[in-house]
């Protein structure tokens, strides 16, 4: 499983991998060839959703971005 800068959690299972917001409604189904084992964001802007599975890798560009890259790079606050 995985999280992006918004909070929403991207969890593999029956061949397909779900998007929950941060209060656990239901966001998007991504299917997939074959069930997934994995899922992870990654890339040099990290908006690239890659999802492991037995034989195949699969990756999507998305529009958003891993939350991990949130703490990398602070957006300046107002005081």
């Given amino acids: ?9 991207y969890l593999t299972w029956a061949g397909k991998v779900s998007t929950y917001n941060p209060v656990g409604k239901l966001l998007m189904d991504i299917p997939v ?3 997934p084992a ?3 964001f990654g ?5 690239t959703l890659y999802i492991t ?5 699969y990756s999507l560009r998305m529009s958003v ?3 991990r890259y949130s703490y990398d790079k602070p957006e300046p606050r107002q005081i």
């Fill in 43 to 47: 890339g040099a802007d990290g908006r």
């Fill in 33 to 35: 060839p074959e069930n």
């Fill in 38 to 40: 994995n899922v992870a």
């Fill in 53 to 57: 599975a037995r034989t195949g890798l």
């Fill in 65 to 67: 971005v891993s939350a």
């Fill in 1 to 9: 499983m995985t999280l992006d800068v918004r909070g929403n959690l």
